[in-house]
């Protein structure tokens, strides 16, 4: 049994975290929400309140600030606040100071997103094997539980993965992890997560195929898919953060993703991108001033939580699945629908946050019960997928399965 | 007779306003090009030699750094370089020093544009009113000639309605100043001038009809128009310096201004306006560090002298004039034709800088002449049209006249 929570970050998906926690804290213990901001966290903690969340009102939730990059700063706050479970939902560039001060203190750690250097971007893959994985052995030492990616792509696609390969599959062929947002938020144009974090991403496509490592142009590649619930939607070849963990724990010849792009965000994102606007290299203006640009645009972009009161329609992430069974060929897409307007009606956030942040939470309830405090590092699909999509059902991200589903077929895909 | 000319600014224009006075330093005297970068007008001054374009080798062509920001040292230069006349070619922030400096000392101001405060952008009409004409009563006591927006547009155009009302017409109804760039510099976006002027040139548009100023909006009332020698070209409403004047000295209805945007440029135009990068207001990032995205903008795109190279097509700017002569409706389109690599062939710089430089160098001449030295304030309608127009027929920038031109057919256009 470990208990209370340190929450870092104070985004959009901390803010989910927190909601999700407080609902849950009878199991959970204290809930201490931390960030460089602290009005952030106590702004999600009004909302935690207004929602009348917190369900054993005789344990704590409240606000820290702190400076994630600084080691010592962390290990003071997780014993200040005797947390035994951090969930670390801040910039990815401060997951491995993170990391490091749970190492110290020997308290569970979990993260949603890949750690990134501020000064590189889309380095070589395995991008696991850059950063975490090379802590894989002190945590082990350690024992301590340090969970990779657990939100939801990286997160559930990955536990999955796993549950495709126990129980519907022998031999898995193809994985195409698929990921729509057919929701609208009536602004020119903003970006669902941080638009830094969201724009380096898009930079050069890394995919496997073949069991190999292809190189792509980013949006170049499109197939249109007929979607449960949202329909028919165009999605393009992407690089992203679960394909470096499968890689190399799921027994399968390709395993690609894919993202959902409308006519109107490519515009805007090549308009920005040839402009090199989307550059995190610092310029310096004839003024003399140094700064990114990058860093400009995310000023100017709304904040992807500030989007939350008005978005409408749904989310379907899901994984296409192709290899036998029995003998025989088997296709499955299995996948989750979420509701824009029903996750600010519970939490006071938009969907692509809650897919998210509540997947983190569940896990620390599993770690809480015991049943996946593992004492190692894992990436999501090297633990026992179900608890966690039984959990995920009744938290409001329930898995569907589709036998036969409608085709996908993707072109044949050539390094570059 | 006037002698000796110091040019302040070394952009694109100013590289064309050194090779001009160069090519007729026998009338004009020594020439000094200053700058904030003294490297700038170096570089300038190397590419007036290496196309021989020193026409009297007696006479010197050098360079200075000045802060045309502060009054003070403009007029240690003027005196220091025994200038006469000055040509203002630099960023439009700087006229009202420039001039002022030129005031005290008692020689000739020049400038292409209308001055801006950085602070402001489009401010109420007519825009000469708000600060130069409010120098006028101190020319004309001091003796000084000072000859406003004498560029292309405004410039050579408001000598072209001023020859209209002379020769051609006994009535005006209506002068369309069209102005389209249909050459291709092969980038995928660049703006022709100083971006930051260029983009803050399209908040609104102010423009004159029926004696009234109207307020319309950027990009929104478009006319396509077969162009002698470019063809077909869409040009749009916009606001421009020379309404601000010919408004008041020009017996016209309305007096309206038009400048062809292509698709591709009007999209990324879209995208940048509607995220907030084209605004002059400094915003805070994340990181502390303040700037107006408007200058980052400005550092990522080309710099408009480097275009000049591959630039290829023409220019046409052009009076599109409608009213009555000898009591018969009369109308006709009088213009000028510039081809972007015989500029760069004769001056290493595009037609857009060429047919903004060419204009002043010529005043200048006229000047030391004898001719235009009207010693007070005056926009280039009020001056005798003539001798300037025959010069620029010599100095590469023809004059021609259609009568009976393709119509040019505008809609109502009503007030916001």
């Not at 470990?2 to 927190?18: E, P, R, W």
């Not at 409240?62 to 951090?86: C, F, G, H, N, W």
């Not at 025989?328 to 519970?346: G, L, V, W």
């Not at 329930?398 to 077929?409: D, R």
Request: include cysteine; proline fraction near 5%; aromatic fraction near 8%.
């Amino acid at each position: 049994m470990k208990k209370n929570v340190l929450i870092v970050g104070a985004g959009g998906v901390g803010h989910v975290v927190a909601h999700k926690c407080a609902m849950n804290n009878d199991v959970l213990g204290d809930i201490c929400i931390a960030s460089r901001t602290q009005h952030k966290c106590d702004a999600i903690i009004e909302s935690v309140l207004r929602k009348n969340h917190l369900k054993d009102t005789t344990k704590k939730l409240y606000s820290r600030s702190v400076d994630a990059m600084d080691i010592p700063s962390v290990i003071q706050l997780i014993k200040d606040t005797k947390s035994e479970i951090v969930i670390n939902v801040g910039q990815a560039y401060v997951n491995m100071t993170v990391l490091e001060a749970c190492i110290e203190t020997g308290v569970v750690y979990m993260d949603t997103a890949i750690h990134e250097d501020p000064d590189k971007v889309c380095e070589n893959p395995p991008w696991y094997a850059n950063y975490e994985w090379k802590r894989k052995d002190r945590c082990a030492e350690k024992g301590v539980t340090a969970i990779l990616g657990i939100g939801f792509d990286p997160g559930v696609v990955n536990a999955w993965c796993a549950l495709a390969q126990k129980d519907y599959f022998d031999t898995i062929d193809t994985i195409d992890i698929l990921d729509v947002n057919a929701g609208s938020h009536g602004k020119f144009f903003a970006t669902n997560f941080d638009p830094e974090i969201n724009f380096r991403e898009f930079r050069k496509v890394w995919t496997w195929i073949d069991r190999k490592w292809v190189l792509q142009k980013v949006h170049a590649i499109r197939v249109d898919y007929d979607f449960p619930v949202v329909g028919n939607c165009p999605v393009y070849l992407t690089g992203h953060d679960e394909l470096h963990s499968l890689s190399k724990n799921i027994d399968a010849n390709s395993i690609r993703f894919w993202m959902g792009f409308g006519e109107h965000y490519l515009n805007v994102f090549s308009v920005l991108t040839n402009l090199g606007l989307t550059s995190e290299k610092p310029l310096k203006v004839a003024e003399g001033v140094e700064i990114a640009p990058l860093k400009v645009l995310k000023a100017l972009l709304p904040d992807p939580s500030s989007l939350a009161p008005n978005y409408v329609g749904k989310t379907c992430i899901g994984n296409y699945i192709k290899g036998t069974k029995d003998n025989k060929p088997r296709e499955i897409f299995i996948y989750n629908i979420c509701d824009h307007a029903e996750c600010y009606q519970e939490v006071e956030s938009q969907a692509i946050s809650y897919t998210a942040g509540v997947p983190p939470v569940a896990a620390a309830m599993l770690i809480a019960r015991g049943e996946w405090d593992v004492k190692h590092m894992v990436n999501v699909e090297e633990l026992d997928p179900k608890p966690f999509i039984e959990l995920l059902d009744n938290m409001g991200l329930p898995t569907e399965v589709i036998e036969k589903p409608a085709t996908f077929t993707a072109p044949v895909i050539e390094s570059l």
